[in-house]
């Protein structure tokens, strides 16, 4: 079970932290992710980390500007956003499943678990 939190207004330039909590059984090949739809939009990837070694994936829009890490202790994964647009605008969801393989970490339909959403505004 995934519960996402820590969504919010803020001005663009701005900087927020997403935390996804995770219960449950876990496993060292999981891979948490981070996904976010804007209205009108479909679900987007966001950013990705594999909890056996901490390698991290991201979505070009969000390079240099989002960081993604874990706390293997609390099991609860952050997404760090700084220097937020108006385009980042939008529910953000955090996701996790087993073993995803590199070429379709991406991919929504490859994540089996997922949390609640959770509401970034970001103002101009």
């Known amino acids: 079970q995934l519960q996402a939190y820590g969504g919010g207004l803020v001005q663009a330039g701005g900087s927020l932290r997403l935390s996804c909590a995770t219960s449950?059984?876990?496993?060292?090949?999981?891979?948490s992710g981070w996904f976010r739809q804007a209205p009108g939009k479909e679900r987007e990837f966001v950013a990705a980390i594999r909890w056996s070694g901490d390698t991290t994936y991201y979505a070009d829009s969000v390079k240099g500007r989002f960081t993604i890490s874990r706390d293997s202790a609390e099991k609860t994964v952050f997404l760090q956003m700084n220097n937020l647009r108006p385009e980042d605008t939008a529910v953000y969801y955090c996701?996790?499943?087993?073993?995803?393989?590199?070429?379709?970490?991406?991919?929504?339909?490859?994540?089996?678990?997922w949390g609640q959403g959770t509401l970034v505004t970001v103002s101009s």
């Open positions: 996701a996790a499943d087993n073993a995803i393989g590199l070429a379709i970490i991406r991919f929504r339909s490859q994540y089996k678990y």
């Open positions: 449950g059984r876990t496993y060292s090949s999981f891979v």
